[in-house]
């Protein structure tokens, strides 16, 4: 089974801007293991902040958004808010089984 | 109002049985692909299975593999996973979940302990 890999911990300033990171053991990430990025608070269920490299489920505020770069998923949170300190996971598929990354804990501070 | 409401979580002695159940409501059941997550106490997200609209095909991750087993019950917008051979990993949250569609149960509680 694949792994997929994420900085364990990242720290954005107010209003900074914060890149995540997704890597996969088999190689470079593409459009075709449908990146997915959730975000789960303390104590909640996790929440879907982006679908497959880029889409948005209606919650999902403008200022997150997801690519590819570098041959990974990458998550961009452009003017970040004391809200958005949570843990981020990302998920690959691999043309049926699905894997999550470790993820990362987003400290805003 | 979409809900995913979960069920059957609670103590059984490793070796034991369960079956979990999510109850879907306020969406078209019957057209998603559907998927159970789990989270350990204190650990990260993990994908347990996927299982076709139909239930026609069935995809697993290799820890619960010959353990596990989902299924759906599209006239009663329900899915299932039934857990066999039990051990203390298995202890975990266990979430029901569309997530392209943001659609996530509150989990239940599987506890494997003597």
């Known amino acids: 089974q694949a792994v997929v890999t994420q900085e364990p911990s990242l720290t954005v300033s107010p209003g900074g801007t914060v890149t995540l990171t997704c890597g996969s053991s088999?190689?470079?990430?593409?459009?075709?293991?449908?990146p997915y990025w959730f975000q789960q608070k303390p104590g909640q269920a996790p929440r879907t902040l982006i679908y497959?490299?880029?889409n948005k489920p209606s919650w999902t505020p403008a200022r997150f958004s997801g690519s590819l770069l570098g041959g990974k998923a990458a998550l961009t949170l452009s003017g970040a808010q004391p809200e958005d300190e949570a843990e981020y996971y990302c998920?690959?598929?691999?043309?049926?089984?699905?894997?999550f990354g470790g993820g990362t804990k987003l400290t805003v501070l | 109002e979409v809900q995913l409401v979960e069920s059957g979580g609670g103590l059984v002695q490793p070796g034991g049985s369960l079956r979990l159940s999510c109850a879907a409501s306020g969406f078209t059941f019957s057209s998603y692909w559907m998927t159970w997550v789990r989270q350990a106490p204190g650990k990260g997200l993990e994908w347990v299975a996927n299982i076709k609209e139909d239930g026609t095909d069935k995809h697993y991750a290799d820890f619960v593999k010959g353990r596990f087993t989902i299924s759906r019950d599209n006239a009663k917008n329900s899915l299932y996973l039934q857990m066999n051979s039990l051990r203390a990993d298995d202890t975990a949250v266990y979430y029901c979940?569309?997530?392209?569609?943001?659609?996530w149960g509150q989990g239940t509680l599987v506890t494997v302990s003597s």
């Open positions: 497959d490299t880029s």
């Open positions: 979940t569309r997530p392209k569609s943001d659609y």
């Open positions: 998920l690959l598929s691999y043309s049926g089984p699905w894997v």
């Open positions: 088999t190689g470079a990430v593409t459009s075709g293991h449908y």
